[in-house]
């Protein structure tokens, strides 16, 4: 059966696969803007949002939480800069644009990943 499995594995083992993502995460933070393929960015769109939402308490706890699953240039950047400017919104922090273009080795198409 397959149930509780979720998640893409993008063909590398868990370790591996959980520094991929967070990799991501961390060049998504710290230039605004990302460019990759589509499910690569449905992935990390739902864990971005989460860390916008914790930088959003502004708290002591928060902020560690951050450091802990971000580089702290990023951290610190969620925290001091991006998370301020969303404490009015309810979610939705991000946007997936569909590039129209595909990736030339397997097709995978582009999107551009960003906050709003």
Same mark, same amino acid.
């Given at each position: !059966?397959?149930?509780?499995k979720?998640?893409?594995k993008?063909?590398?083992?868990?370790?591996?696969?959980?520094?991929?993502?967070?990799?991501l995460?961390?060049?998504?933070?710290? %230039?605004? $803007?990302?460019?990759?393929?589509?499910?690569?960015?449905?992935?990390?769109?739902?864990?971005?949002e989460?860390?916008?939402?914790l930088?959003k308490?502004?708290?002591?706890? $928060?902020?560690?939480?951050?450091?802990?699953?971000?580089?702290?240039k990023?951290? !610190?950047?969620?925290?001091?800069?991006?998370a301020?400017?969303?404490?009015?919104?309810?979610?939705?922090?991000l946007?997936?644009?569909?590039?129209?273009? $595909?990736?030339? %080795?397997?097709?995978?198409p582009?999107?551009?990943?960003?906050?709003?």
């Amino acid at each position: !059966m397959h149930h509780g499995k979720k998640g893409r594995k993008f063909g590398r083992k868990t370790g591996d696969r959980r520094q991929f993502i967070k990799g991501l995460l961390n060049n998504l933070i710290i %230039r605004e $803007s990302i460019k990759t393929t589509e499910a690569r960015a449905k992935e990390i769109k739902p864990l971005a949002e989460k860390l916008v939402t914790l930088a959003k308490k502004q708290d002591l706890a $928060s902020l560690r939480l951050l450091l802990k699953r971000l580089d702290k240039k990023a951290a !610190m950047k969620i925290y001091h800069e991006i998370a301020p400017k969303y404490q009015e919104r309810k979610g939705g922090y991000l946007r997936i644009v569909k590039l129209g273009t $595909s990736r030339k %080795r397997d097709g995978a198409p582009w999107v551009e990943i960003k906050f709003v």
